[in-house]
């Protein structure tokens, strides 16, 4: 045990691992994760960005945690690990880039309102000075993606994939 972690031992004694209850319990976690409409693995979303994100009443709104499902072909946009309970498309104040990316009116940055359509309609010039805008925002703390933003984090991953997607067509 030389320099190794010890935090799984008592008295320095490995702990023995029934690999049969390892393995129900990963199936477990990934169960968990996993969105019940479509399968895929979601990412943890804070609760205040649910409350900001639904139109529903939040009363509707259990308690625990919930997580954001990416999947384009799936309807479900949150759902929680403890009661499979899920908020769909139609529930959301806004379009969600990840289940929309294609329509013009789908915000890619919603803290600085930069939608598809205004990629779209820009030159490769226009569009790397919007990406730069939506950094220098983020620089100085005027984006609140947590809060605005249905995936609950940063944008900019998804601008600069928009950028690259539509630059490889134009050229």
């Not at 045990?1 to 477990?28: F, H, L, N, W």
């Not at 309609?121 to 947590?146: H, V």
Request: hydrophobic share 30%; aromatic share 6%; charged share 25%.
């Amino acid at each position: 045990m030389d320099g190794e972690c010890c935090c799984c031992s008592v008295d320095g004694i490995e702990p023995e691992i029934d690999a049969s209850k390892a393995s129900a319990q990963s199936r477990d976690s990934v169960a968990e994760t996993s969105c019940p409409s479509c399968g895929e693995r979601g990412r943890p979303v804070r609760r205040e960005t649910l409350k900001t994100m639904l139109v529903v009443s939040l009363r509707r709104v259990p308690d625990g945690e919930f997580l954001f499902c990416d999947s384009q072909q799936c309807s479900a946009v949150y759902f929680s690990r403890e009661s499979r309970y899920s908020f769909e498309v139609d529930d959301m104040r806004e379009h969600v880039y990840q289940k929309e990316p294609a329509e013009a009116d789908t915000l890619v940055c919603y803290c600085f309102q930069h939608s598809v359509g205004a990629f779209q309609s820009a030159s490769s010039e226009e569009r790397a000075a919007i990406a730069d805008d939506i950094t220098l925002g983020t620089k100085i703390g005027q984006c609140a993606c947590e809060l605005r933003n249905p995936q609950g984090s940063c944008c900019l991953g998804n601008v600069h994939g928009l950028i690259r997607r539509l630059d490889a067509v134009r050229t």
